[in-house]
T-cell receptor, first 111, second 112 residues
């Protein structure tokens, strides 16, 4: 079946850039997403990219998509302590827009 | 615009008991989803409704889980009887056109 994989942990210094990576198996995925989850909270939709795009920028967030390698990344510029959270990569799969999630990458931001 | 509402936020029950969760989606959103998120994992879709009808329940353990969406708005998810492995966060999401899903805060279920 469809699979989405992410590294589990990333630690960065405050002010640096963070890059979270994701790989997926379903080449027919039309939309690819990044969600943020803070402790005890639901998932917050951060951004998404349509499969015919290579890059999307939204303020401090940059999404890069390499369809050939089935690789998605999220870059957070000027990372702040408030960015500490778990980041989930997700892709649309199937005819009813089912989301397939990765296991999440825990981002820790230290001073 | 109000977000997706869920209740209760927390629930502790003993195995073999029953439990129900409630979800109120964003106004006007035709599609409603229930996800199960086990600790340390990403959410997994349990069931998807389009208005009143079920469009995908392939991963719903139908021997113990049931869900309904009356009048195409609110939804309830029930577990009867609960097992220890049902301990998880149950997330409800809704979408207008299918490609932007907005999540509620979730219900954390602990089965002892």
């Amino acid at each position: 079946g469809e699979d989405v994989e992410q590294s589990l942990f990333l630690s960065v210094r405050e002010g640096d850039s963070s890059v979270i990576n994701c790989t997926y198996t379903d080449s027919s995925s039309t939309y690819l997403y990044w969600y943020k989850q803070e402790p005890g909270a639901g998932l917050q939709l951060l951004t998404y990219i349509f499969s015919n795009m290579d890059m999307k920028q939204d303020q401090r967030l940059t999404v890069l998509l390499n369809k050939k390698d089935k690789h998605l990344s999220l870059r957070i510029a000027d990372t702040q302590t408030g960015d500490s959270a778990i980041y989930f990569c997700a892709v649309i799969s199937g005819g009813y827009n089912k989301l397939i999630f990765g296991a999440g990458t825990r981002l820790a931001v230290h001073p | 615009e109000a977000g997706v509402a869920q209740s209760p936020r927390y629930k502790i029950i003993e195995k073999r008991q029953s439990v129900a969760f409630w979800c109120n989606p964003i106004s006007g959103h035709a599609t409603l989803y229930w996800y199960q998120q086990i600790l340390g994992q990403g959410p997994k879709l349990l069931i998807q409704f389009q208005n009143n009808g079920v469009v995908d329940d392939s991963q719903l353990p139908k021997d113990r889980f049931s869900a309904e969406r009356l009048k195409g708005v609110d939804s309830t998810l029930k577990i009867q009887p609960a097992k220890l492995e049902d301990s998880a966060v149950y997330l409800c999401a809704s979408s207008l056109e299918g490609y932007e899903q907005y999540f509620g805060p979730g219900t954390r279920l602990t089965v002892t």
